[in-house]
């Protein structure tokens, strides 16, 4: 029989992250339109916790739910990811194109979202205060909702650190295993350029494996050049490579 463990993985790395140099950037973002946005440790663990206490408070998450994270790789898809984590529950990843069940699905295009119990429809631009237009009835949105949930989060229930945590295509990881075995290893202190366009479950195992280094990540829209001049201005340090 498993044993409940309030200390997840990913609750241990974000109290890590939002204590051990919480002012220097951990998730820089360039999108589209010339957008750059930039997480601190403490902004990055800001932003998860009120996630996670929408999903709580608002839609009911618990432990062992799965969460369907139909979005690019994106900062925002991390921050889902993150969120549902240390609440417990099981991220799906639909990159090979199916769509898996699951309790709660976050989209960006809700007009197809999956059939799920509840659907949250996530605006990508980082200055959205509100979905552009018209939501399917009894789709929730993000960007109206997040700000005004807490800054810090208290789980209700403990999760389990051996129910899943990851669902990739044939590929399922336990809540104990996310940082070792799911986290691609990275260098101490690395700042990792990381290409958006290789899909959410390798961003992912990307990203957590660059925070777990005690590093950070800048992740990259496919349709923004990866200059030198980029690479000179975020110091970066080494570039994500499968």
Do not use: C
């Amino acid at each position: 029989m498993s044993i409940p463990d309030s200390t997840l993985p990913a609750s241990a790395l974000l109290a890590r992250l939002r204590s051990g140099h919480s002012s220097s950037p951990r998730l820089t973002w360039y999108g589209p339109d010339s957008e750059r946005v930039e997480l601190s440790g403490r902004v990055l663990d800001n932003w998860v916790a009120k996630t996670s206490n929408l999903l709580q408070d608002e839609l009911d998450a618990e432990p062992g739910m799965r969460l369907l994270v139909d979005m690019p790789a994106h900062w925002k898809s991390l921050v889902w990811s993150l969120a549902a984590w240390q609440l417990g529950m099981q991220v799906m990843l639909p990159d090979g194109g199916t769509h898996p069940a699951a309790d709660i699905a976050v989209t960006a295009e809700p007009a197809t979202a999956s059939e799920a119990t509840s659907i949250v429809a996530v605006a990508l631009p980082a200055l959205a205060m509100k979905w552009p237009g018209e939501l399917p009835r009894g789709v929730l949105d993000y960007a109206a909702e997040v700000r005004s949930h807490g800054d810090v989060f208290m789980a209700h229930q403990d999760g389990d650190s051996a129910s899943s945590a990851v669902g990739a295509g044939n590929a399922v990881y336990p809540h104990a295993a996310l940082l070792t075995d799911f986290a691609a290893r990275q260098t101490d202190g690395v700042r990792l350029l990381v290409p958006a366009g290789e899909g959410m479950t390798q961003v992912l195992a990307w990203a957590l494996g660059a925070w777990e280094a005690d590093g950070s990540v800048v992740l990259v829209h496919p349709a923004v050049a990866v200059t030198d001049q980029l690479l000179a201005a975020e110091r970066v340090s080494e570039t994500a490579a499968g």
